[in-house]
T-cell receptor
Framework: AQSVTQLGSHVSVSEGALVLLRCNYS??????LFWYVQYPNQGLQLLLK??????LVKGINGFEAEFKKSETSFHLTKPSAHMSDAAEYFC????????????FGKGTSLLVTP | GAVVSQHPSWVICKSGTSVKIECRSL??????MFWYRQFPKQSLMLMAT?????????EQGVEKDKFLINHASLTLSTLTVTSAHPEDSSFYIC????????????FGEGSRLTVL
């Protein structure tokens, strides 16, 4: 069965600083990997996805993530944090055997300080 | 494109009543829809998978008689919480998989259920 682990339930960065949210996955078959952002009382917004094409994936709002098979990682980065980036971030994995149902990590709450 | 509409966004009901939540794919056909549940400050937990025209597949620990899922068409799935109790209060989110896209899901805005 596939799963993801998000290291750090809370991450705090200063405005303008680098954002790094960590995600490691396990999957017995080639995975599809996703990062979603969730604002309070709202649904999920897709930031980016890896579906076996380029390993460096660029998403919306300046976010990007790199798929590293050797490290089973899919960390999310953004060069310069904005106050509006404060939200909950979820890493998720799916594969053919799961019927493409997403299996989510526990989430990382990003706090951006002035 | 690829918009998923979920209704209602908020619902408050009395204990013992039933509540229906609708999930519609507005501009694509969804062969598969997934229902998730999210408790406050927690992650999303998959409840069930529904394929158009067939019975839903429930995850372990999810009561199929309490959470009735119907996927009557390629654009509509419904979740009915039957005989709701306060412990059913949660954020329910649906997602839909377009027929022509592999591995990608689109999410509704979620429905906040509060059972008094």
């Amino acid at each position: 069965a596939q799963s993801v682990t998000q290291l750090g339930s809370h991450v705090s960065v200063s405005e303008g600083a680098l954002v790094l949210l960590r995600c490691n996955y396990s999957s017995s078959v080639p995975p599809y990997l996703f990062w979603y952002v969730q604002y309070p009382n709202q649904g999920l917004q897709l930031l980016l996805k890896y579906t076996s094409a380029a390993t460096l994936v660029k998403g919306i709002n300046g976010f990007e993530a790199e798929f590293k098979k050797s490290e089973t990682s899919f960390h999310l980065t953004k060069p310069s944090a904005h106050m509006s980036d404060a939200a909950e971030y979820f890493c998720a994995v799916s594969d053919l055997y799961s019927g493409y149902a997403l299996n989510f990590g526990k989430g990382t709450s990003l706090l951006v300080t002035p | 494109g690829a918009v998923v509409s979920q209704h209602p966004s908020w619902v408050i009901c009395k204990s013992g009543t039933s509540v229906k939540i609708e999930c519609r794919s507005l501009d694509f056909q969804a062969t598969t829809m997934f229902w998730y549940r999210q408790f406050p400050k927690q992650s999303l937990m998959l409840m069930a998978t529904s394929n158009e025209g067939s019975k839903a597949t429930y995850e372990q620990g999810v009561e199929k008689d309490k959470f009735l899922i119907n996927h009557a068409s390629l654009t509509l799935s419904t979740l009915t919480v039957t005989s709701a109790h306060p412990e059913d209060s949660s954020f329910y989110i649906c997602s839909a998989k377009p027929r022509e896209r592999v591995g990608e899901l689109f999410f509704g805005e979620g429905s906040r259920l509060t059972v008094l």
